[in-house]
């Protein structure tokens, strides 16, 4: 549980460094990217392997509804993270699309996960998601929505979307969790 829970607090801190020291972070330029970089790839290394060695109670097990519930919000949350690199319609009406991704998924993750691991990995990544919307909000009150992109950008938003969520599916049965319900 030990290396789960500094996964997750490596994943907070790689992300506040920018917020918390911001003139650091400036002046280490492309450096500091790679720093950041190689801090979060430390933090899926040690959350991966701190989830596969974490035991602990389980308060509620896989439904079947709530399997079905958690593959559309995952095609959601795909979606959103798509949708914000090609700047769909929707980027236009939420402001922050890839931490909201993550809210979804995490949230979507902890339906069908009632186990304390589960709780500290995506309830962790889910309030690092909300404290991260809040403190930019408050850094940056003001939100000029993007201005709108051509019909085709959606296309590919839902292209990405059905071809990430195929992968993704792929390598989750491929690690042994079946997440076709």
């Known amino acids: 549980m030990v290396y789960l829970i500094l996964g997750v607090g490596l994943w907070w801190g790689a992300h506040a460094f920018k917020r918390i020291a911001p003139a650091a972070r400036a002046q280490m330029g492309n450096a ?58 929707i980027t236009r009406k939420i402001r922050h699309p890839q931490l909201t991704a993550v809210k979804v998924w995490a949230l979507a993750h902890l339906l069908v996960n009632g186990d304390l691991r589960s709780l500290i990995l995506f309830g962790g990544l889910l309030a690092w998601a909300v404290v991260s919307v809040i403190v930019i909000n408050r850094a940056q009150p003001v939100w000029e929505p993007p201005s709108p992109r051509p019909v085709a950008k959606e296309f590919v938003a839902i292209g990405a979307t059905l071809g990430v969520t195929v992968v993704v599916m792929v390598i989750h049965n491929w690690l042994g969790v079946q997440p076709w319900g």
């Open 32 to 89: 500091g990217k790679g720093l950041v970089t190689a801090l979060l790839l430390i933090a899926v290394a040690l959350m991966y392997w701190g989830y596969g060695q974490a035991q602990g109670p389980v308060w509620w097990g896989r439904h079947p509804a709530l399997v079905g519930i958690n593959n559309l919000l995952m095609l959601f949350a795909f979606y959103l993270y798509a949708a914000s690199g090609a700047k769909t319609w």
